[in-house]
């Protein structure tokens, strides 16, 4: 294997020149990602400015069966793109362009390593917006790689109902194209969804068509403290069952606010579970929305409503919420998070997070709750010490009980995450004779298992 990721390397320095790196600080780097998962240093690090590029080092690294791994900016959360096997780090990054919006189509045609924030950036003058907010300012490519969602979820839908088209470059180097910018095909195998959450494993994205949004002429955030978690939940519940449109529904419990407070120096907030809001659409109908939440949240129990209507307080407000699994750090120094992503049917919610907070405090661990429950989604950040491996061994322990406590209300184990390694044990429960297909497709497209070896199908 050595001798074989020599020879391509050598080849592919001949196509890229300096933009292919073997020193080591590039190679740390792409090593690792946000997750608790150990670094593995690729033999070297690609930067490709063309599909014409990928696809050439593609077919270089299939001919010697050389490792590619793709890479964004590596914030996923479940090791995918650390290269287990080795070989090329393909850094995305320099794929970054805008390359069309059609306006009266609420359409754009972007480049993989272009970020959310920087695409919206673009079209601030448009009116229009992309929705898909992990927190993270991912790379487009890698959201779709991971099927990844976020807090609009529960309005504007994930980044699957979000991606029109792809450009994908195959193990052997082949170009291809799934989808079109229609909005709807019944013109055989749906293979743009195909690749979205694949994460690498099957093609690498060099192009996608993803949708957009109107910006809404009304936005207003809001906090609310509830004195129990039950009852933010089944606030959400009741919520989202009487069609509710509401943009955004995140829970924290009251660990996480505690790890808020610490985190961000002008946060002050009481020590109990919390519900973070947002409302688009005109201004009589975000008042009717907040009204009927209102309505709904005091029933449960809700007091303490903070509203923020102006610009520069909602983006305080979701910047505290979407450096939750930054904060949450600041509990226990030196320890690590090893999060979880169990994702449930809204009828099932309020059972599993109780059921969750029985688990942790068994567990004797630190474990904040956060979650996207709009759509019935929660995560857990279990705190370790990296160097114990008792303490190790309990935090998996505990996250293998939620997971299996997703899979006993007919849910998931990982909601937007994804596979990567960290869900791997997870697939066969879930899939059951369906993961054999999986790795059957693994095998057609990817004979040579080259890409991102290991990761959601395992080693074929």
């Not at 320095?13 to 292919?20: M, T």
């Not at 749906?190 to 959450?197: C, K, N, P, S």
């Not at 690498?204 to 957009?212: A, G, N």
Request: hydrophobic share 40%.
């Amino acid at each position: 294997m050595a001798e074989q990721n020599a020879n391509a390397l050598a080849q592919i320095a001949d196509l890229l020149g300096p933009r292919l790196t073997t020193a080591l600080a590039d190679r740390e780097s792409h090593s690792r990602d946000e997750a608790y998962t150990p670094p593995v240093l690729p033999d070297a690090v690609a930067y490709p400015e063309t599909t014409d590029e990928v696809s050439a080092i593609l077919k270089i690294c299939h001919a010697q069966g050389c490792p590619v791994t793709a890479f964004g900016v590596g914030t996923s959360l479940e090791g995918h793109v650390v290269p287990t096997h080795g070989g090329v780090s393909l850094d995305m990054t320099r794929m970054n362009r805008v390359l069309a919006v059609h306006p009266q189509d609420l359409d754009a045609v972007v480049q993989p390593g272009l970020t959310r924030r920087d695409l919206n950036e673009e079209l601030r003058d448009t009116g229009l917006m992309f929705t898909v907010d992990p927190g993270a300012n991912a790379t487009i490519g890698g959201m779709a790689a991971t099927r990844a969602s976020g807090t609009n979820s529960v309005r504007y839908g994930t980044i699957r109902e979000n991606v029109l088209a792809l450009e994908v470059v195959l193990a052997d180097g082949t170009i291809l194209r799934t989808g079109s910018r229609a909005r709807k095909s019944a013109a055989g195998y749906d293979l743009t969804h195909l690749f979205i959450g694949s994460e690498g494993t099957l093609g690498i994205i060099t192009e996608l068509t993803v949708r957009l949004h109107g910006q809404p002429e009304k936005i207003s955030a809001a906090t609310c403290a509830f004195e129990s978690i039950s009852g933010a939940v089944e606030s959400v519940i009741s919520a989202i069952q009487m069609g509710l449109p509401m943009a955004r529904i995140e829970l924290v419990d009251e660990v996480q606010v505690r790890a808020i407070n610490r985190y961000n120096a002008d946060f002050d907030l009481p020590e109990k579970p919390y519900l973070f809001l947002e409302f688009h659409g005109s201004p009589d109908g975000v008042a009717e929305q907040v009204e009927n939440f209102r309505a709904i949240a005091e029933d449960q129990g809700a007091s303490a409503f903070q509203w923020a209507e102006k610009t520069e307080d909602r983006n305080r407000l979701w910047a505290a919420r979407h450096a939750a699994y930054y904060a949450v750090k600041t509990l226990r120094a030196g320890a690590v998070g090893v999060v979880t992503d169990c994702c449930v049917p809204i009828s099932a919610l309020a059972a599993c997070i109780a059921r969750a907070k029985a688990l942790i405090a068994a567990s004797d661990l630190i474990a904040p709750i956060v979650g996207h429950v709009g759509d019935g989604n929660f995560h857990l950040q279990i705190l370790v010490d990296p160097d114990s491996a008792q303490e190790v061994q309990r935090a998996k322990t505990l996250a293998g009980q939620l997971n299996q406590l997703a899979l006993d209300h007919a849910g998931t184990v990982t909601g937007e995450h994804g596979v990567g390694t960290g869900k791997l044990d997870y697939m066969q429960a879930e899939h059951g004779a369906a993961y054999q297909v999986m790795r059957d497709m693994k095998r057609c497209l990817d004979p040579k298992g080259i890409l991102n070896p290991g990761k959601l199908v395992g080693s074929l």
